[in-house]
């Protein structure tokens, strides 16, 4: 089995910054897409962040403010978020696609259970 378990979240002023962690824990083989999703109240779910070993995408409302980043030794990845808004209030979710496995042809996709992020004065 494959744990995500998310830190970081809390409540912070307008303008202020935020560093979420994920780490991953269990039968990892390789960490192929780490992701960081979030969930605002009464809206669906989004993608802000991804990152594999050779491409990272933001989603258009968090460039140049947030920063995704992984460390592989630790099967960790971060989200760093600067110049929040209170846009920016949600549950953030950490995703990863995981082969567990030498022996397996195929990823698995895993999602933590989320730390809520508020951006209020």
């Known amino acids: 089995q494959v744990q995500l378990v998310e830190s970081g979240g809390g409540l912070v002023q307008p303008g202020g910054s935020l560093r979420l962690s994920c780490a991953a824990s269990?039968?990892?083989?390789?960490?192929?897409?780490w992701g960081w999703y979030r969930q605002a109240p009464g809206k669906e779910r989004e993608l802000v962040a991804s990152?594999?070993?050779?491409?990272?995408h933001y989603a258009d409302s968090v460039k140049g403010r947030f920063s995704i980043s992984r460390d592989n030794a630790k099967n960790m990845a971060y989200l760093q978020m600067n110049s929040l808004k209170p846009d920016d209030t949600a549950v953030y979710y950490c995703n990863a696609l995981i082969r567990r496995s030498a022996y397996d042809n195929y990823d698995v996709k895993y999602w933590g259970k989320g730390t809520p992020v508020t951006v209020s004065s």
């Open positions: 269990g039968s990892i083989f390789r960490l192929n897409v």
């Open positions: 990152i594999t070993s050779i491409d990272i």
